[in-house]
């Protein structure tokens, strides 16, 4: 596909104020990533206030367009809209003229013509947003194409880390130089590890993928990580453990012997779970699998910040929506945020 393309190295990217999509973490590159989160942190701020909103994005239109299932994603994006006083509209493929044969480009300029700002994308082919933004004048943000990338996922892990390992993300780059991260499971099928290779290598990690052979992509040429086989190596060194579901939807069930055998090489039991450092973060995009990746104790122990990326993930996409649909001269701190 076009610009970001299917590759793996994160670009030089752009100023994050400047960008008009968001459709790979490469358009960001490491400034626009750190830029991306010093802004988020404004915005948890305001998320953590009694009444969690802003008038930043009044008088525009934020219209969620999923040909996926999600939860969070989606729920989590409309948040974010609304807690910028954005109006919302909703697509689901399943109760729209898709079902009568539309096409996805008849779509887009359907929505495009009543006079929307965004569209955030969520579809089960790779490539996706990409068509969808030239079919359109609103911004539009990736929010997850087949196996490929999930930029916000990304944004949102980077954050959570920043905050948990140095409390603001203006340290993000110091966070970030030289950390070890293990990310475990179906790398083959997750855009969330693709997305978050991209990051966490452009930020300056050591990222080490953990994967039966059947579970890694058949080429890694260019991907900036190295490769295991043994999770329990792996622990005692890593300080960040992402662990990724195993995508039954994509089939990925079949080239496993069985998810029994997959949990006791690559689950995080409670076992294994003592092997972790005292520091490390254990994270997950959810939907977790308990009992499959992860087991259901580990989920709650202290060091497992899975809630916090959900509650992050909110603040980071009012950042995102932010950075792109209000003009550049507002971006100054305390200025736009508060109108
Ligand atoms: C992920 C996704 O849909 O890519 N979930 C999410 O967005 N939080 C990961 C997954 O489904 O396993």
Redesign the pocket.
């Known amino acids: 596909m076009a610009r970001g393309g299917q590759g793996t190295q994160a670009g030089e990217g752009a100023a994050a104020g400047s960008l008009r999509h968001l459709l790979s973490v490469a358009d960001l590159g490491a400034d626009g990533i750190a830029e991306m989160l010093r802004v988020t942190d404004s915005f948890v701020e305001v998320s953590e206030r009694a009444i969690p909103r802003v008038p930043a994005l009044r008088g525009k239109t934020v219209v969620s367009l999923f040909f996926e299932d ?1 939860t ?2 989606r729920l989590s994006f409309e948040t974010a809209a609304k807690r910028l006083s954005a109006d919302t509209m909703t697509f689901s493929a399943s109760t729209s003229s898709v079902k009568k044969g539309e096409s996805l480009r008849d779509t887009v300029e359907t929505i495009t013509a009543m006079g929307i700002d965004a569209i955030v994308v969520r579809h089960g082919s790779a490539g996706v947003p990409w068509q969808v933004a030239r079919w359109t004048d609103a911004a539009v943000i990736n929010a ?1 194409d087949g196996w490929h990338e ?1 930029p916000t ?1 990304a944004l949102l892990d980077c954050y959570t880390i920043g905050q948990a390992r140095a409390g603001a993300a203006s340290d993000v780059e110091k966070v970030f130089a030289g950390l070890r991260v293990a990310i475990v499971g179906d790398v083959a099928h ?3 590890a693709r997305s978050n290779v991209l990051a966490f290598a452009a930020l300056g990690a050591e990222v080490t993928l953990v994967a039966p052979p059947t579970l890694l992509p058949p080429s890694l040429a260019g991907w900036p990580v190295t490769v295991s086989h043994d999770l329990d190596a792996v622990l005692p060194g890593a300080e960040v453990v992402y662990l ?2 195993i ?1 039954r939807e994509r089939a990925s069930e079949a080239l496993l012997p069985s998810l029994r055998e997959y949990t006791a090489g690559y689950g995080l039991t409670r076992d294994r779970s003592r092997l972790l450092r005292p520091d490390a973060l254990v994270m997950h ?3 977790m699998n308990r009992g499959v990746e992860i087991a259901a104790e580990v989920a709650d122990l202290p060091c497992s910040v899975v809630t916090r990326q959900v509650a992050n993930g909110v603040a980071v996409r009012m950042a995102v929506l932010f950075l792109l649909l209000s003009h550049p001269a507002q971006l100054e701190p305390g200025v736009a945020v508060d109108g």
């Open positions: 999600s969070r994603t997850g999930h996922q997750s855009r969330v990724l579901r995508q995009p959810g939907p």
